[in-house]
């Protein structure tokens, strides 16, 4: 059992470049969002989903789209990468009942933008 | 935007204390989660509160969740090494709102 899976686990971007991190889990989660961890920051929602062809905004959207064409996958594209967008990202999923069960992380996917 | 504060936000302590970590806000959650986060990896579920005044024990860890479900504490006994990391309180839902944290240290 997998669980929740990004890939990759380090990135190094140059200024303006854009990238894609993957998210996928094996659970058949219908939450699933992404977060951003910077320190002193804690962490902060960028986009979330409840279900496959249905996302929305969390804390820190800008700079950042999502999709979910499917119940397993929910990849987060950055457009033209900034400096600020240095942080370590966590993809999470949880089953539907407002997450009483517990979210699932990944083991989060280190960007330095340069 | 539902804010949680943490406290205190760093904690150095000798194996074999005792600890308290609170977790605090001013709205109401329906629900609250701990997580426990080690270096490097993603952030661990500890337990889920639903109910107010709820008491839940897990070993040597034990949560309660406020009368007015607005605040929430984990109290750890005899500390151990094994339980240094950083512990997450969060309101949940469709999606997490997160404390920014209690850093534990617990030194041998």
């Known amino acids: 059992n997998a669980g929740v899976t990004q890939t990759p686990k380090f990135q190094v971007l140059k200024t303006g470049q854009s990238m894609t991190l993957q998210c996928a889990q094996d659970m058949n989660h219908e939450y699933m969002s992404w977060y951003r961890q910077d320190p002193g920051m804690g962490l902060r929602l960028i986009h979330y989903?409840?279900?496959?062809?249905?996302?929305d905004q969390g804390e820190v959207p800008n700079g950042y789209n999502v999709s979910r064409s499917t119940t397993e996958d929910f990849p987060l594209r950055l457009l033209s990468a900034a400096p600020s967008q240095t942080s370590v990202y966590f993809c999470?999923?949880?089953?539907?009942?407002?997450?009483?069960?517990?979210?699932?992380f990944g083991s989060g996917t280190r960007l330095t933008v340069v | 935007t539902q804010l949680l504060e943490q406290s205190p936000q760093f904690l150095s302590i000798q194996e074999g204390e005792n600890l308290t970590v609170y977790c605090n806000s001013s709205s109401v959650f329906s629900s609250l989660q701990w997580y426990r986060q080690e270096p490097g990896e993603g952030p661990v579920l500890l337990v889920t509160?639903?109910?107010?005044?709820e008491v839940k024990k897990l070993k040597r860890l034990t949560f309660q969740f406020g009368d007015a479900r607005k605040d929430s504490s984990l109290h750890i006994t005899a500390a151990q090494p094994g339980d240094t990391g950083l512990y997450l309180c969060?309101?949940?839902?469709?999606?997490?709102?997160f404390g920014k944290g209690t850093l534990l240290t617990v030194n041998p």
């Open positions: 509160v639903v109910t107010g005044g």
């Open positions: 999470a999923s949880s089953y539907k009942g407002r997450g009483l069960g517990g979210y699932t």
């Open positions: 969060a309101g949940a839902g469709y999606k997490l709102t």
């Open positions: 989903s409840v279900g496959a062809g249905i996302t």
